[in-house]
């Protein structure tokens, strides 16, 4: 079992975690639902929300309930409003979608199950990522999507 603290981890970071050509991904259950002031469950489609969101990427020997534990923190915290479980399948999904040049010479799948988290505000970026940096968990990284970057 691997736990990796993310001291010293960068928020520019990319990281997509996991070979494990031929396991199946852990899933997660869909029948939690947010506190009143957590965030609500809602399921992953073929686009990652829109604007800013993190990616907490998970690390590739997972369990379940490793998988349940991450996903009810994430519902807990006061800084998300929607958590979304992404398996590895619906992320190569979403890639190969993307690019289906790339994909279709890929002998394996590199994804990790992952979960996106749409923060309450871009400040709230920092909460949900730093609750992983100080407690660690089965995680390989949390980074922001490009949503999450200050225009103007």
């Known amino acids: ?10 928020l520019l970071g ?8 031929g396991k199946k991904s852990a899933t997660a259950t869909t029948t939690a639902t947010g506190t009143s002031h957590g965030a609500r469950l809602t399921l ?6 829109p604007g800013c969101y993190v990616t ?3 690390v590739e020997d997972a369990t379940p309930a ?6 009810n923190r994430l519902l807990r915290n006061k800084a998300a409003t929607t958590v979304s479980f992404v398996s590895r399948g619906l992320a190569l999904e979403r890639f190969t979608r993307k690019n289906p040049a790339v994909a279709k010479g890929m002998k394996i799948n590199p ?3 992952q979960f996106e988290v749409v923060p309450r505000n871009r ?4 909460a949900i990522i730093g609750d992983f ?3 660690g968990g089965p995680i390989t990284n949390a980074k922001p999507s490009n949503g999450c970057a200050a225009t103007g």
Request: aromatic residues 12%; charged residues 5%; hydrophobic residues 55%.
């Open 111 to 113: 994804f990790s199950d």
């Open 66 to 71: 490793q998988v349940r534990s991450v996903q």
């Open 1 to 10: 079992m691997r736990w990796l603290p993310l001291l010293g981890f960068s």
């Open 133 to 135: 940096a100080i407690h």
């Open 123 to 126: 400040a709230a970026i920092f």
């Open 44 to 49: 992953a489609g073929l686009q990652p929300p």
């Open 56 to 58: 907490v990427f998970l």
């Open 14 to 21: 990319i990281a997509l975690a996991g070979c494990g050509g």
